[in-house]
């Protein structure tokens, strides 16, 4: 192994090499377990979100594939309608051209090309990130297979009455010229007003204030609604109006929707341009009146004077014709949360649109047939509240049926070229036929065509081929295999059914509604199966200080800029290059130069897995600190030198490289000079065969059981941060802080069995600690598991008395080797309990060094006082290794009732472990010591009393966690008494 770990040079190395060798495709063996990928945008690029998710799911496709799955992750990528087709149409407006002059078949064929050559940048990025996924497989939205499957989808839908053509009110972006879904628009605060109208009662002195932010929709309005129970206004319900600026009349109408302590308690009604005003309207059978042109200019149904109009320039004209009237009562400022398109940053406008619907509301159809609340909708809702599935952690399970048990139906269609063209078609006479294709439709007819047959224009909202995904990717519809462009089979439905349902769906909150429950609803559907057993919902990533990422606040990060490094000059450059407003491209180089002066450093693709590891709680956001990061690169770096300590210890080394007194590892120094540790042999079939000799290997094994036995909790609960948390507090305080330190007398002691049965100790250790953290950093645990491998098969280890698990020369690569597990080590409590007193003397040692600041290497006297009879046995077994790494002379007992010496104290239970203060330390600064220590234990008694005097505690917790509360409060107690005891000793 190298001196230093240097990640880029492993991880491309390791990539490759797994990706040729199919050690991501299924194995065709033991229970299915699948997991799907979010498909990405085609257009995309990895961000902090897409690393973080991708994570999680590869942490557990590696660990159950070492479980010994038959595992599956399917991945691909999504057509991405508006997003692709907007590229595509940026690049023709720099040759000064429009989609209108290709033509439509023309300008499909460009976004196909450019798919071809860029479309692949996110699937290599997701490379980087160790993503082992089946690229065998790989699936595209708009690929035949996939196609097949929404056309099928869409016929079977329609044929069966759930899918029909209506005039309905939608999200529209006039920019682009199509509607969008409520997840592609962004309600943003902006500053704006409220202007407050009158409108006068028809026959009357009276009249009616009415307040607005959009005064131009009031050429729109049909009604002014007031609440039933307003007894300023019930003597106007029934009355009509005088619509300023315009020759109509509007009723006054009672709604309970109205607040009647909100402004005026009178609201304008203007149901084509306003959701809550369009629902209001169907209460009332009240005809809407669209305003707009759907490019936002006010149209033929308005007055003369407006016609043509930008809708913010007519907004103008209106307001001053109503000031000239004397009608425009009052403005003033208001702020307001504005609809803006996500694609175009268009504001968006309510538009009443003849689009294509899902029926998710109806129970009964006219002719009898379920409806779609009935057929689709009730299934979906069903298969969440009877447990099929779960969402973890549980409260989302509220999210999605609320939204399910309120649900509208679902608009599918899309004004755009790019996506799938909706396989319907339509006669001279408006009639509509669907099918496959136009023969298929004809056939199906109920009626003959009158005349030519026409294909509708739109294409389907992407969500809804990504509902399919579940299915659709395993091949269905397909009777046989389906293959992709180049020929490759990527599915067979016959055999890769199961993997359906999927073993848990890892995903944001933010689309539970627009594809959770989609996928649910077309999969329940369509195959009568659930898609996913389990739904994940993991955390939204945010900066530092838990502001939402922003390239317009400089806070972003690229996860590859963070795994790569990057200079300062190309970060700033990067990030404010999209930037167009001067301002706001000098606050954000601002604030790059000042957070990252020196750049970002690299710190590898497995320190940034661990840190997302480290944070993926159950939490709804979490906050990404670089310097968490390089923490964990810190952690990689320790772990890569603790298996060079380890190899050197248990292979031949090369010339002028030591064995057992290896720097970087372990809590104490070096070893004492005039030592020299020989180069060992290799561990013989003798060593592995046999049992741990010493106690420190067998505490050292019981705390590995404990903690894979923790580990595979985790994974089943999805805590990956505990899971971050067991194997780092493992890895480096207990196995490289003290096992390598404890694991030094024996290596260089004169017990020849000790030595080489802490030798192979220290390896099976090593090698189940990687196979442990491989999950979570899988590019540096293949490559040292690669070196400690070659040890095992060249020592030919295989005996009866170590894990079946090991390697041996048939496995290949730490993926294909077996998960540890807790049961395949054993407990030895004793040892434990022996273990653990030995690191509390050592440690109490320790830290009056620290605190006294005596020399590292410098040898001092050792006293004990008090202790029972279990720590005078322990005293005479560990004495060696005690003075050995400790840098004590050997210690000496006091007699009860003799003088003791003015000594710093650390205590054991009851045991006095004492430093003898002449000629070493500061007898005020030792005094200063203990009352910081005897203040810190008062603080712990306090939190355990906190505990225990809460009755609710009490009376809810475990009867172990009160039992293991009360026992800590002894302990801290006992512990107390000997400090103030010492420190009474030296006033």
């Given at each position: 192994m190298d001196k230093s770990f240097e990640p880029a040079q492993i991880e491309s190395t390791w990539y490759a090499r797994w990706e040729a060798s199919g050690a991501f495709r299924p194995s065709g063996t033991g229970e299915p377990y699948c997991i799907l990928l979010p498909p990405p945008n085609v257009t995309g690029t990895l961000h902090m979100g897409?690393?973080?998710?991708?994570?999680?799911?590869?942490?557990?496709?590696?660990?159950?594939?070492?479980?010994?799955?038959?595992?599956?992750?399917?991945?691909?990528?999504?057509?991405?309608?508006?997003?692709?087709?907007?590229?595509?149409?940026?690049?023709?407006?720099?040759?000064?051209?429009?989609?209108?002059?290709?033509?439509?078949d023309a300008f499909v064929e460009r976004v196909w090309q450019w798919k071809e050559e860029s479309g692949s940048t996110i699937t290599h990025q997701m490379r980087r990130i160790g993503?082992?996924?089946?690229?065998?497989?790989?699936?595209?939205?708009?690929?035949?297979?996939?196609?097949?499957?929404?056309?099928?989808?869409?016929?079977?839908?329609?044929?069966?009455?759930?899918?029909?053509?209506?005039?309905?009110?939608?999200?529209?972006?006039?920019?682009?010229?199509?509607?969008?879904?409520?997840?592609?628009?962004?309600?943003?605060?902006?500053?704006?007003?409220?202007?407050?109208?009158?409108?006068?009662?028809?026959?009357?002195?009276?009249?009616?204030?009415?307040?607005?932010?959009?005064?131009?929709?009031?050429l729109g309005d049909v009604a002014v609604a007031v609440h039933p129970e307003d007894a300023r206004y019930a003597h106007l319900v029934g009355r009509t109006l005088k619509l300023p600026l315009t020759d109509r009349e509007i009723p006054v109408i009672a709604d309970d929707y109205v607040d009647r302590e909100f402004g005026t308690g009178c609201v304008k009604i203007t149901p084509a341009h306003d959701f809550n005003d369009y629902a209001i309207g169907q209460r009332h059978q009240l005809p809407p009146i669209t305003i707009f042109t759907l490019d936002a200019k006010v149209n033929d149904n308005a007055p003369e004077k407006y016609r043509g109009l930008d809708r913010y320039d007519a907004r103008k004209a209106v307001l001053a014709d109503l000031e000239a009237l004397g009608l425009l009562v009052e403005t003033k400022p208001h702020k307001l949360q504005v609809p803006v398109s996500q694609r175009s940053d268009a504001v968006i406008e309510p538009m009443l649109t003849d689009q294509w619907f899902v029926d998710l509301t109806s129970d009964v159809q006219q002719d009898g047939r379920p409806g779609g609340r009935k057929a689709i909708t009730e299934p979906a809702l069903d298969a969440v509240r009877n447990g099929d599935i779960k969402f973890v952690p549980e409260n989302w399970s509220t999210t999605y049926t609320q939204w399910l048990d309120n649900i509208q139906d679902w608009c599918i269609s899309r004004q755009l070229w790019w996506g799938h063209r909706i396989p319907a078609w339509y006669d001279e006479a408006g009639n509509i036929f669907v099918g496959e294709d136009e023969a298929d439709a004809r056939a199906h007819a109920d009626t003959a065509p009158v005349g030519a047959l026409r294909q509708d224009e739109d294409v389907l909202d992407t969500w809804f081929s990504s509902a399919l995904w579940p299915f659709s990717t395993m091949g269905w519809p397909a009777d046989g295999t389906v293959k992709n462009e180049r020929g490759e089979v990527v599915a067979n439905w016959a055999n890769d059914q199961i993997f359906l349902p999927s073993a848990v769906l890892v995903t944001g909150f933010d689309i539970i509604f627009f594809w959770v429950a989609r996928m649910v609803m077309a999969t329940r559907y369509f195959t009568g199966r659930i898609p996913f057993r389990e739904v994940y919902i993991n955390a939204i990533v945010r900066d530092a200080e838990g502001q939402k990422m922003s390239k317009s606040k400089g806070n972003t990060l690229d996860p590859l800029d963070l795994i790569d490094g990057i200079a300062l000059e190309p970060l700033v450059e990067k990030s404010t290059k999209s930037l167009l407003i001067p301002q706001v491209r000098t606050k954000v180089e601002k604030r790059i130069r000042k957070d990252y002066p020196g750049g970002?450093?690299?710190?590898?693709?497995?320190?940034?897995?661990?840190?997302?590891?480290?944070?993926?709680?159950?939490?709804?956001?979490?906050?990404?600190?670089?310097?968490?990061?390089?923490?964990?690169?810190?952690?990689?770096?320790?772990?890569?030198?603790?298996?060079?300590?380890?190899?050197?210890n248990v292979s031949p080394l090369p010339a002028g490289e030591g064995g057992a007194d290896a720097p970087g590892e372990g809590t104490g120094g070096a070893r004492p000079s005039g030592i020299t540790a020989p180069s060992p042999p290799p561990l013989s079939r003798g060593e592995r065969g046999s049992a741990p000799v010493t106690e420190a290997e067998r505490w050292i094994l019981t705390r590995l059981a404990q903690t894979l036995t923790e580990a595979e909790e985790h994974f089943r609960t999805y805590r990956f941060d505990h899971l971050a948390q067991a194997l780092y507090e493992f890895v480096w305080n207990e196995y490289c802080d003290w096992f390598l330190e404890l694991s030094k007398p024996a290596l260089n002691g004169e017990d020849a069995d000790a030595a080489a049965s802490t030798r192979h100790t220290l390896l099976v250790v090593l090698e189940a600690v990687l196979r442990a953290l491989h999950p979570v950093i899988p590019f540096l645990t293949e490559e040292v598991w690669q070196e400690v491998a070659k040890v095992f098969v060249r020592s030919s280890m295989s005996a009866k008395n170590s894990p079946a698990s090991l390697p041996d020369s048939s496995t290949k690569s730490i993926l294909q080797s077996t998960y540890p597990r807790g049961?395949?080590?054993?407990?030895?409590?004793?040892?434990?309990?022996?273990?653990?007193?030995?690191?509390?003397?050592?440690?109490?040692?320790?830290?009056?060094?620290?605190?006294?600041?005596?020399?590292?290497?410098?040898?001092i006297p050792l006293l004990l006082a008090d202790g029972d009879s279990g720590d005078h046995a322990r005293v005479a077994k560990f004495a060696a290794q005690i003075a050995f790494l400790a840098r004590t002379e050997a210690p000496q007992w006091i007699e009860a009732g003799s003088a003791e010496p003015a000594a710093a104290a650390a205590v054991v239970g009851t045991l006095r472990v004492l430093i003898p203060l002449a000629g070493l330390i500061d007898l005020d600064a030792e005094k200063a010591r203990l009352a910081r220590e005897i203040g810190r234990i008062e603080v712990e008694i306090k939190k355990c009393e906190g505990k225990l005097g809460n009755a609710s505690f009490v009376a809810n917790a475990p009867a172990e966690v009160v039992a293991q509360e009360r026992q800590r409060i002894a302990d801290w107690n006992?512990?107390?008494?000997?400090?103030?005891?010492?420190?009474?000793?030296?006033?």
């Open positions: 897409h690393a973080f998710q991708q994570t999680v799911m590869d942490m557990l496709v590696r660990y159950h594939r070492m479980r010994g799955f038959n595992t599956l992750w399917q991945v691909g990528t999504d057509h991405a309608g508006i997003a692709t087709q907007k590229i595509v149409e940026n690049q023709l407006a720099v040759e000064e051209k429009t989609r209108h002059d290709l033509g439509r993503a082992a996924a089946d690229w065998s497989r790989e699936r595209f939205t708009m690929d035949e297979g996939l196609s097949a499957a929404v056309r099928k989808v869409f016929i079977d839908w329609y044929r069966a009455g759930l899918i029909y053509r209506g005039n309905r009110l939608v999200n529209w972006d006039p920019l682009l010229g199509t509607a969008v879904s409520d997840l592609e628009v962004n309600n943003v605060e902006r500053d704006g007003h409220m202007w407050s109208i009158r409108y006068p009662v028809v026959g009357s002195d009276e009249s009616v204030v009415v307040a607005t932010t959009r005064p131009e929709t009031m970002i450093p690299a710190i590898g693709t497995d320190a940034l897995r661990f840190t997302f590891a480290a944070l993926a709680s159950y939490s709804r956001t979490i906050n990404f600190d670089i310097k968490r990061a390089e923490g964990y690169k810190a952690f990689c770096n320790k772990l890569w030198n603790a298996a060079r300590f380890v190899l050197m049961a395949d080590f054993a407990h030895d409590d004793a040892a434990t309990a022996e273990i653990e007193w030995f690191k509390a003397v050592l440690s109490g040692i320790r830290r009056i060094r620290s605190e006294m600041n005596i020399a590292p290497g410098k040898t006992a512990t107390l008494g000997a400090l103030r005891e010492q420190a009474q000793k030296l006033v």
